[in-house]
């Protein structure tokens, strides 16, 4: 199996295709697979903090992204993290084509209620910028034993980060699993405040997901859409996840360029995860 993995990472990514890439901000890489209803262990502390306190958990993380904007295939992000019960601390590096690279410190805490949980994460940016950190809060909520809702507010700081102003942005899903967690939905709706000059309002976008977990082979498909406001797909990314709360994910992301789609990023990740004892 750890084979075909490192097969299939390789043919992906030797497959991508340019990327227009120019802006000089890029989003956690866990912000295209994972939801704000779905993180629970130390990636939460960047899709949703409020994630890291759904167990009594103690989790690693690492991840690589690749793209291939020009010719050649590279390295554009990658980041470490750690969660304990609640206690989180990440890194983010984020190489630009312009070799303008940007680091990022995040800190986040979560913390549990009777049928939910909150977080708050905390972060700061080695870049230019008028206010080079922010703030994100986040919720999740369960509604019933295979249902639950969730929401995060992004960005409270307003930072301008290397010439790009960050928007505020609201996010806000549902999950769902049903057939003994074999099928599990996920839908998220965002909306992003509009930060260009002379412009205000708030721009909209949709996701929608399914993950099928096989659980005789510890085995884990996952699929998820972007939708533009006017219900154009952006972006899709598929996957695949092997092992259990300790696991090994691999995913890819297609866009639509000129009608047509194209592959144009590929990403690894590890995670090493462990309940506590006594706290099932």
């Known amino acids: 199996?750890?084979?075909?993995?490192?097969?299939?990472?390789?043919?992906?990514?030797?497959?991508?295709?340019?990327?227009?890439?120019?802006?000089?901000?890029?989003?956690?890489r866990t912000l295209d697979y994972l939801f704000v209803t779905g993180a629970s262990d130390a990636r939460a502390l960047w899709v949703n903090p409020a994630g890291l306190a759904v167990l009594p958990e103690a989790s690693v993380m690492g991840e690589f992204v690749l793209e291939r904007p020009d010719d050649e295939t590279r390295l554009a992000q990658w980041t470490i993290g750690?969660?304990?019960?609640?206690?989180?601390?990440?890194y983010r590096r984020d190489r630009f084509e312009n070799e303008n690279n940007m680091g990022t410190l995040r800190f986040g805490l979560g913390l549990p209620f009777t049928q939910g949980t909150l977080g708050v994460g905390f972060s700061w940016y080695s870049a230019e910028g008028d206010d080079a950190r922010d703030v994100d809060v986040g919720a999740l909520y369960g509604l019933a034993p295979s249902l639950n809702v969730a929401a995060t507010m992004r960005h409270i700081g307003r930072p301008t980060v290397?010439?790009?102003?960050?928007?505020?942005?609201?996010?806000?899903?549902?999950?769902?699993?049903?057939l003994q967690g074999v099928l599990q939905l996920q839908a998220e709706g965002q909306a992003m405040e509009d930060r260009r000059a002379g412009e205000s309002g708030w721009d909209l976008a949709y996701r929608g997901g399914a993950i099928i977990t096989i659980p005789q082979i510890s085995l884990t498909l996952l699929g998820n859409v972007d939708v533009s406001s006017d219900f154009n797909i952006d972006r899709v990314h598929f996957g695949f996840a092997v092992g259990g709360r300790t696991s090994a994910t691999a995913v890819a992301t297609a866009m639509s360029r000129m009608g047509d789609p194209v592959l144009n990023a590929v990403s690894a990740t590890g995670v090493a995860s462990n309940v506590l004892l006594g706290q099932r």
């Open 82 to 90: 750690l969660n304990s019960r609640g206690f989180s601390l990440g």
């Open 1 to 28: 199996m750890i084979g075909a993995t490192r097969h299939f990472l390789t043919v992906v990514a030797l497959s991508a295709i340019p990327c227009a890439l120019d802006a000089q901000f890029r989003p956690a």
């Open 162 to 178: 290397n010439g790009v102003p960050l928007p505020i942005t609201f996010a806000g899903g549902v999950h769902w699993a049903g």
